[in-house]
């Protein structure tokens, strides 16, 4: 059953579109909204405004970008109480430039959508990543999560397999 499985098969297809040209803090509050909503890693695909495939930007990175400029600001480095207003503001006028084009990843795992489970595994194991993205023709047509691998691996091992008390 799992030999049959190709990365169409496990595919999100509801995808979170970002434009390389969005600034940061927006994208990441797509992100944020995302997260709350759906389940996994929240992970936006960057294409151009004619639907290309560029790269990807996850809230991991966006907000290591964010983190750099805490640490660079000193918002956090005294021990005296934090001004949140000021911190705030300081973090805006720092990543206030920022696009996704600046921080978006563009080495990602790409497949095909006929890539066979097995494939995809190896793939995943090479790359140590946690995401690909199935694209065809240069498009993104979903995004394959590790961990939908690992689920349907455990779904398929425990229907095949009755545990013993």
């Given at each position: 059953?799992?030999?049959?499985?190709?990365?169409?098969?496990?595919a999100?297809e509801?995808?979170?579109?970002?434009?390389?040209d969005?600034?940061?803090?927006?994208a990441?509050?797509?992100?944020?909204?995302?997260?709350?909503?759906?389940?996994?890693?929240?992970?936006?695909?960057?294409?151009d405004?004619?639907?290309?495939?560029?790269?990807?930007?996850?809230?991991?990175?966006?907000?290591?970008?964010?983190?750099?400029?805490?640490?660079?600001?000193g918002?956090?480095?005294s021990?005296?109480?934090?001004n949140?207003?000021?911190?705030?503001?300081?973090?805006?006028?720092?990543?206030?430039?920022h696009?996704?084009?600046?921080?978006?990843?563009?080495?990602?795992?790409?497949?095909?959508?006929?890539?066979?489970?097995?494939?995809?595994?190896?793939?995943?194991?090479?790359?140590?990543?946690?995401?690909?993205?199935?694209?065809?023709?240069?498009?993104a047509?979903?995004?394959?999560?590790?961990?939908?691998?690992?689920?349907?691996?455990?779904?398929?091992?425990?229907?095949?397999?009755?545990?013993?008390?």
């Amino acid at each position: 059953m799992l030999d049959l499985l190709r990365a169409w098969d496990l595919a999100q297809e509801d995808l979170l579109i970002l434009h390389p040209d969005d600034d940061l803090a927006s994208a990441v509050k797509k992100l944020l909204e995302r997260a709350e909503t759906h389940s996994g890693s929240p992970c936006g695909i960057v294409q151009d405004e004619n639907g290309r495939f560029l790269g990807t930007l996850s809230t991991h990175r966006a907000l290591r970008a964010i983190g750099a400029a805490i640490e660079e600001a000193g918002i956090f480095a005294s021990s005296r109480q934090i001004n949140m207003d000021r911190a705030v503001h300081a973090l805006c006028r720092m990543v206030g430039g920022h696009t996704v084009r600046d921080h978006m990843y563009t080495k990602v795992l790409e497949v095909a959508p006929h890539t066979p489970l097995p494939e995809i595994l190896r793939r995943f194991a090479d790359s140590m990543g946690h995401f690909a993205v199935v694209t065809e023709a240069g498009r993104a047509l979903g995004l394959l999560e590790l961990d939908d691998v690992f689920k349907t691996f455990a779904a398929s091992m425990l229907s095949e397999k009755p545990i013993n008390s």
